[in-house]
């Protein structure tokens, strides 16, 4: 199981960072989602996501990345107040300020293992931008690091990262965003029950 999720936590962090393009979904047209999406689990939210992507996928055309486009600057960038911010800092922080005491104590956990993370683009991202957090744990999961694992997983992502699937759930306007929403809720759920991770109950701020 941690194979397929590795495989795939690199596509869940893409979706989440890089606006959306002719090209990306060109890709995604040349092979069938449905086959290719990993069978991670036979729940009722993999299967919604993965019938909202394929479905969206198959038949876009150019005209539609306006409002793909739209959709994904309202959800993760702005103008104006994002609906589903994406540092975990934001949600550990009562004044919702990045780069709090809970960045500072991710990237303690990051020097630990001796790695550096980065963005493909090199963004200055923080830390724990969602990306990135995804990043580390696709580490851990490939170096079968498991003691690390349950510890980004429990205290540095699924805290806050349900929260993001949350509102990516309740604010996208297009099915591909709301597929990729319930994807990532249910990559979490099976990341966690697979690796009998206790997640760690933190206040929420956003």
């Not at 990043?135 to 349950?150: D, P, R």
Request: charged content about 20%; hydrophobic content about 40%.
């Amino acid at each position: 199981m941690n194979k397929a999720l590795a495989e795939i936590t690199p596509t869940l962090a893409a979706n989440m960072y890089h606006d959306p393009s002719d090209e990306t979904l060109e890709v995604y047209k040349e092979h069938d989602f449905n086959e290719c999406y990993p069978l991670l689990t036979e729940s009722k939210t993999r299967s919604e996501g993965v019938a909202l992507v394929s479905n969206y996928i198959t038949q876009y055309t150019s005209e539609q990345l306006p409002a793909l486009l739209l959709d994904f600057n309202q959800l993760f960038i702005g103008p104006g107040k994002m609906k589903v911010p994406l540092w975990g800092s934001y949600y550990l922080s009562e004044d919702n300020l990045l780069c709090g005491p809970s960045t500072q104590r991710l990237q303690k956990r990051i020097d630990s293992l001796g790695i550096a993370l980065s963005t493909i683009d090199g963004d200055n991202q923080p830390t724990d931008h969602i990306s990135l957090v995804l990043q580390l744990v696709e580490f851990t999961l490939q170096e079968e690091k498991s003691l690390e694992l349950k510890v980004i997983v429990a205290e540095h992502l699924a805290p806050w990262a349900y929260r993001v699937a949350e509102l990516t759930i309740e604010h996208a306007k297009t099915d591909f965003y709301l597929g990729w929403g319930l994807l990532l809720k249910d990559y979490l759920d099976v990341l966690v029950e697979s690796n009998d991770i206790i997640v760690k109950e933190l206040n929420l701020w956003g």
